[in-house]
């Protein structure tokens, strides 16, 4: 009855099981007193491990919703490995996640832990997530002036092809040509914080007239 109301639900269930272990061995008692003696124990022992099974049951959907908040800061990190063509290759905005990144990192510590099946898998989803993010960060904070020109030079040479493909047509052809560019776009490095905006400005106008019916205006 004393153990009946610990909360140290290994330990204590481990010292209940050998209470029961020890009633089997004791021999009877006054028939007058057997029936109550046994309730009296049996629900004792109920007490306790009617208290551990809520407890379990709680752990576990405490876990289920440690489980989703975990996989929320997955997807908000897989989110920041592709930025977007607007703002690619952006060495700022890259430094400006790994802010955001590293918050995400402090959260994860705070939640507490998943269901047990799912703990590895989660986990790993996770380390390879910021593993990719700081690897892709390294990644432009290696490239050089000579670098920032060269990009320059590939993106403003695609912005003349999709220019000059918006002066052709509006067709099928255009827009697949077009698309075809703005993958060649997301895989070239990073230009000059001051370049970034205007090249990109014209790129995409280029991209947008071939979708739209409006006339365009050749940049020199």
Known sequence: ETLSNSNDWKETTALIKGLQEKWKE???VPREFDKLVWT?????CDKFFNSLKENVSRLEESRKENLAKKEDLCSQIETLLDPGAESDQSPDLWMQNAEKVKEIQR?????????REVSDEI?????????QFFEKRRELQTDTPHDLQANLEAKLALCE?????????????????VK????QWKKMGPVTR??????WDRFKKACDQVFSHE?????N
């Open 107 to 115: 959260q994860w510590k705070a939640i507490g832990p998943v269901p």
């Open 215 to 219: 006339p365009i205006e050749q940049n």
């Open 194 to 199: 001051e370049q970034n905006e205007i090249v």
């Open 26 to 28: 004791i021999g009877p």
């Open 40 to 44: 009296n124990f049996r629900q004792a």
């Open 161 to 177: 092809a999709a220019e000059s493909i918006a002066n052709e047509g509006r067709g099928i052809d255009q827009q697949d040509q």
């Open 123 to 131: 986990w790993g989803r996770f380390r390879q997530a910021c593993d």
């Open 180 to 183: 075809g560019l703005q993958r």
